[in-house]
């Protein structure tokens, strides 16, 4: 079946940086488009950052560019998020999602909680 | 940027009712609305996708409709398990967005 499994999430200083990985298995990964998505404490969920199949196709939320890279590795089934320049308010729950079609997201991981704080 | 509202913001019902839940946008999405199920400690869960199709496994209690910039989820009996955050989700266009959810509490 399909999973997400996400890691590298914790506590870090702003400013700092942190790069969470997000392990895929039980589907064609290489043939979906991936997103990152979070949701702050007790808040709703916000989009994030997306990559086509094939990594050549890269968006981003505004609150994030220039500071997070979205990136994969088809051969590894692993999608990666680049934080840098961390604010505290990147501090949230981050899943990745995958595509059922057309920007929907059909399966999701379990979350990796990052903390931003001094 | 899309802006999606969702109302109300908290649904107080009992098991068996018909909950009927709102999102409007700030611009046409034609038909590219989705909504998701979120229940404490979990992750989203796709319920209906393109404003009216229901994803794999989503029980026929769970309907949507709508087109343009008005859009309604529908639960014709609610179920102990349906009572959870429901939020919609554009994707006309970038950046993606969500509404701010609708909560489905117990009455």
């Known amino acids: 079946q399909v999973q997400l499994v996400e890691s590298g999430g914790g506590v870090v200083q702003p400013g700092r940086s942190l790069r969470l990985s997000c392990a895929a298995s039980g589907f064609s990964f290489s043939s979906y488009a991936m997103h990152w998505v979070r949701q702050a404490p007790g808040k709703g969920l916000e989009w994030v950052a997306a990559?086509?199949?094939?990594?050549?196709?890269?968006f981003y939320v505004d609150s994030v560019k220039g500071r997070f890279t979205i990136s994969r590795d088809n051969s590894k089934n692993t999608l990666y998020l680049q934080m840098n320049s961390l604010r505290a308010e990147d501090t949230a729950v981050y899943y990745c999602a995958k595509e059922i079609t057309n920007h929907y997201f059909d399966r999701w991981g379990q979350g990796t909680l990052v903390t931003v704080s001094s | 940027e899309i802006v999606l509202t969702q109302s109300p913001a908290t649904l107080s019902l009992s098991p068996g009712e018909r909950a009927t839940l709102s999102c409007r946008a700030s611009?046409?999405?034609?038909?590219?609305l989705a909504w998701y199920q979120q229940k404490p400690g979990q992750a989203p869960r796709l319920l209906i996708y393109d404003a009216s199709n229901r994803a794999t496994g989503i029980p026929a209690r769970f309907s949507g409709s709508g087109s343009g910039t008005d859009f309604t989820l529908t639960i014709t009996s609610l179920e102990p398990e349906d009572f959870a955050v429901y939020y919609c989700?554009?994707?006309?266009?970038?950046?993606?967005?969500f509404g701010g959810g609708t909560r489905v509490e117990i009455k």
């Open positions: 611009q046409s999405l034609r038909s590219h």
């Open positions: 990559i086509s199949y094939d990594g050549s196709n890269e």
């Open positions: 989700q554009q994707r006309s266009s970038w950046p993606l967005t």
